[in-house]
DNA sequence: ATATGAGCCTGTATGC
DNA sequence: TGCATACAGGCTCATA
């Protein structure tokens, strides 16, 4: 599933590809993503050029501007097995299953959003940023220095619930996803279940780097394997990763070979170490 | 303000 | 072999 390092990755890979280009032509086969894709969704990219791709948080935004350079943007989350695929007029000719949209570009080649599961999303919107409510709330991006120790500490002076939960909420900061939550918090030592408002600042410098740390080793990896991801399998890179404690649970933790253990936070599996993290 | 659970989806893995 | 069921989970919304 595209957590923010694949979201960076699927960024960078489409970039080349498509910024500079105009829009010629959108095809879209299924309307309904995790909220149906607007009637005028067509229209609003037709002619448009492409200035930019953006990222906030897992979405990206692909920055628009008509022939009298009228700003808008298209808005698009990949959901949890949302793709984009360059194609060229060859390769584009057969569809595959869950092939929702193309955009057609001026220089021939085919972006293709595949999305098997459809919890992804695409919105054109003109305006500011914070006037989308999708990205209204959001809170700071974790590879910034707007996420530190320090912040996270305040953040959660009355929040006595766990601090997977309280990491992975989008208020609070944004991309670290149940891979990630997982990874860091056994990599900073800190258990799940502590409550939020019971971990010192220390503590809490220690968890920030490690967030950072586990979400830039994973877009150093999804970069080596860029082309793959964006031309032709789909497959995102993070796969190449090793895992301290994501998907392990009943093997041996990495550094103590006790067992790892199982838990749920929110319906999320959740995977520590009892004896590393306290 | 914070927390919890439902619901959205389909591919894959497991159980009988 | 085939069918049924559980699970995966980011996100929003409704409810407590």
């Not at 692909?62 to 990949?78: E, I, M, N, W």
């Not at 695929?85 to 000719?93: G, I, K, L, N």
């Not at 599961?117 to 999708?134: C, E, I, K, N, T």
Request: glycine share 8%; net charge positive; hydrophobic share 35%.
């Amino acid at each position: 599933m595209p957590e923010l390092p694949e979201v960076e990755t699927v960024r960078r890979g489409l970039s080349s590809e498509i910024v500079g280009r105009t829009i010629t032509g959108v095809v879209v086969r299924e309307r309904r993503l995790r909220w149906p894709i607007a009637e005028n969704f067509e229209t609003r990219l037709v002619g448009k050029r492409i200035d930019a791709i953006e990222r906030r948080s897992k979405y990206l935004l692909v920055r628009l501007v008509d022939d009298a350079r009228r700003a808008s943007t298209l808005l698009a989350h990949l959901g949890m097995t949302g793709s984009f695929v360059v194609h060229d007029e060859r390769s584009a000719s057969r569809t595959k299953p869950h092939d929702h949209v193309d955009l057609i570009l001026d220089s021939g080649a085919i972006v293709r959003y595949n999305d098997p599961r459809r919890f992804g999303s695409m919105h054109v919107f003109d305006g500011p940023d914070s006037a989308q409510p999708l990205l209204a709330h959001l809170g700071p991006e974790p590879l910034t220095d707007a996420l530190d120790g320090r912040y996270l500490f305040d953040q959660t002076r009355r929040r006595p619930g766990p601090i997977k939960q309280a990491i992975m909420d989008n208020h609070l900061v944004v991309g670290v996803g149940n891979i990630y939550a997982n990874e860091s918090l056994f990599r900073a030592g800190i258990h799940p279940n502590r409550a939020a408002n019971r971990i010192s600042k220390q503590r809490y410098d220690q968890l920030v780097h490690e967030i950072k740390a586990v979400l830039s080793e994973a877009i150093n990896a999804g970069g080596s394997t860029l082309r793959d991801y964006v031309n032709a399998s789909g497959e995102p890179g993070y796969f190449q990763l090793n895992y301290f404690v994501y998907g392990r649970d009943g093997e041996a933790c990495r550094h103590c070979k006790s067992a790892l253990k199982l838990a749920r936070h929110g319906g999320r599996a959740t995977v520590y170490c009892a004896k590393c993290q306290r």
